[in-house]
């Protein structure tokens, strides 16, 4: 299956595109191979994700799933000083897919995604981010979200996948919850209003 990754780096104002077969893997193979690509990746000028409303984002997680409020701060402090928030080989830490629905949906880095909406960061043009898509930018398939969900709760994933988000630091079985939260700016607001839940200080 034919690939498209786009992933942005806005203070360098560079984005880099990278195709490829992907012989069926799962989309966190998909990163592991970007990761050995992307610094040859070949640049683009348009940034086709840019106007793309972070609040808009879709969550993977409800609250129960955003365990460190302490990384959270951390991340916050890193943004207010001006720097940029990557993983250690440079890669973006947000990294999203195009949904069935053909939004965006957070597959990793959520944490950092509300770390730069509780420091004022509105589009996504404004932070390194990495966009996985199927050929020309298509959607990924809902069997493919589900690759993001424990393999017992597959089959319910790929019949509803919008219904569901994943906590993996639940117990076995319970890792599959009904989703709470439709965007990210939901989640960041009731952190920002100070309804920790389960979150680990």
């Known amino acids: 299956m034919k690939r498209t990754i786009l992933i942005s780096f806005p203070k360098k ?10 012989e069926g893997k799962s989309l966190y193979y ?5 990761r050995k690509l992307y610094m040859e990746a070949s640049e683009i000028q348009i940034e086709l994700y840019g106007s793309y409303s972070l ?7 409800n609250l129960s799933g955003v365990r460190d409020a ?21 890669l973006p830490n947000i990294k999203l897919v195009v949904a069935p629905n053909n ?7 959520t944490h950092t995604l509300i770390a730069y909406l509780l420091q004022g960061k509105r589009l996504l043009s404004s932070v390194p981010y990495l966009v996985i898509s199927a050929d ?6 809902a ?20 219904e569901w988000v994943v906590n993996w630091q639940a117990e076995l079985g319970s890792q599959t919850e009904k989703r709470e939260f439709n965007t990210m700016g939901e989640l960041a607001l009731v952190l920002s209003k100070g309804d920790k839940g389960s979150i680990e200080h």
């Open 143 to 162: 069997q493919e979200i589900s690759t993001f969900f424990p393999e017992e709760s597959r089959e319910k994933i790929e019949s509803k996948w919008s």
């Open 136 to 141: 020309k930018f298509a959607p990924v398939t």
């Open 70 to 90: 302490s990384q959270i701060k951390q991340m916050q402090e890193k943004i207010s000083s001006g720097e940029e928030v990557f993983e250690k080989d440079g």
């Open 103 to 109: 939004k965006l949906l957070i597959f990793d880095g």
């Open 30 to 34: 998909l990163v592991e191979q970007v």
């Open 55 to 61: 609040s808009e984002v879709m969550p993977i997680h």
């Open 13 to 22: 104002n560079v984005q880099k595109i990278i195709t490829f077969e992907d």
